[in-house]
């Protein structure tokens, strides 16, 4: 079965230090690999995705994310994190048998100033 | 630009009476989904378009349903709600299809409802 994992429900990081939000997955074939920012009472706003090419992705707000095919892994990561990036952080991984989207059960992030 | 809007951002309705949320879309996607997502969870799909193809998902109760009377609006009916139906409802959009190369979904800001 497809699935998506994000191990840590909740991150901690004080704000201009690096942060890290990982994600791991299990998929047959060639997995097509999202991150999601939703900020409270706010729809999810899609950051980057990984379909083919480079391992590592940039995205939007200074966000990057590195796919490792070895470790089934999509970290999401930012080098120097800002208070505003507080937020819960979903990673998703197309489904095979149809268009839909598996979801992890979210991370939320923190930043301290 | 072009977007994805839902009406309204807050609703309250009273136990058992039917509610609609509306969906409407700028981006041509010919797929619209609708999710629930409850207290920082993940969101659960409960049914989507494919252009005109309804698609319910297994666990979706009877007391949702849906229409799409074109390409870019959806709405979501609640025929009865019930206190466990206080949720976010999310719309989104995709493009898919022979030569789509767009694979990510796009959302709507969400309809909070409260059941009373």
């Known amino acids: 079965a497809q699935s998506v994992a994000q191990p840590e429900d909740q991150v901690n990081v004080a704000e201009g230090n690096p942060l890290t939000v990982k994600c791991t997955y299990s998929v047959s074939g060639n997995p097509y690999l999202f991150w999601y920012v939703q900020y409270p009472n706010r729809g999810l706003q899609f950051l980057l995705k990984y379909i083919t090419g480079d391992n590592l992705v940039k995205g939007s707000y200074g966000f990057e994310a590195e796919f490792n095919k070895s470790q089934t892994s999509f970290h999401l990561k930012k080098p120097s994190a800002l208070v505003s990036d507080s937020a819960l952080y979903f990673c998703a991984v197309r489904d095979y048998s149809n268009y839909q989207l598996i979801w992890g059960a979210g991370t939320k992030l923190i930043i301290k100033p | 630009d072009a977007m994805v809007i839902q009406n309204p951002r807050y609703q309250v309705t009273q136990f058992g009476k039917p509610v609609t949320l509306s969906c409407s879309q700028t981006l041509n996607h010919n797929v619209m989904y609708w999710y629930q997502q409850k207290s920082s969870q993940a969101p659960k799909l409960l049914f989507h378009y494919y252009d005109k193809d309804f698609n319910n998902e297994a666990d979706t109760p009877d007391n949702f349903q849906s229409r799409r009377p074109n390409t870019s609006f959806c709405f979501l009916d609640i025929r009865s709600p019930g206190l466990g139906d206080a949720a976010m409802y999310l719309c989104?959009?995709?493009?898919?299809?022979?030569?789509?190369?767009?694979?990510?979904?796009?959302f709507g800001p969400g309809t909070r409802l409260t059941v009373t």
């Open positions: 989104a959009t995709s493009r898919e299809g022979a030569g789509s190369s767009v694979y990510e979904q796009y």
